[in-house]
């Protein structure tokens, strides 16, 4: 565990950190770019305890449950639910995050984990629709006319 007194670790250290979890590079450098970044999220509602995570990605805030592991991103459900990659970077962020206690920490009150929820839930249904629009898009443009 890093003590307050250590230096914090480069973004070579922390990918040199969890070069076991996955051999893709690039997911190894945007999990460190987020750590670093301040986009791991540990929020913490009160006075009940309940702790959720978000990471902020490319498209928005991505709800993970480290424990399941799950999480909300196109790249978790396409690929690792797929068998076609064992993780994503929001969870590697996660766990970077966690060796090194470099969480972004949010405390709110158990009365606004439904808006919370609510919230979290309208932003991943809006960045899902907004790639969703991009891709109909990139398929028209590329029909013949």
Sequence with gaps: MMELSDPEPSGEELISSLAHISGHPGHLKRAAEA?????????????????LFTVVGRSGD??????????????????????RDTTCYHLMAYEMAKETQRFDSVEMHDEEFG?????????LLDSSRDKEDKDNQKASDSRPR
């Design 35 to 51: 750590v670093q970044g301040g986009c791991v999220k540990r929020h913490l509602f009160t006075p009940s305890g309940r702790i």
């Design 62 to 83: 991505e709800f993970i449950d480290p424990d399941k592991p799950f999480c909300s991103c196109r790249h978790f459900f396409f690929r690792v639910l797929g068998g």
């Design 115 to 123: 808006a919370f929820l609510r919230l979290l839930a309208s932003d």
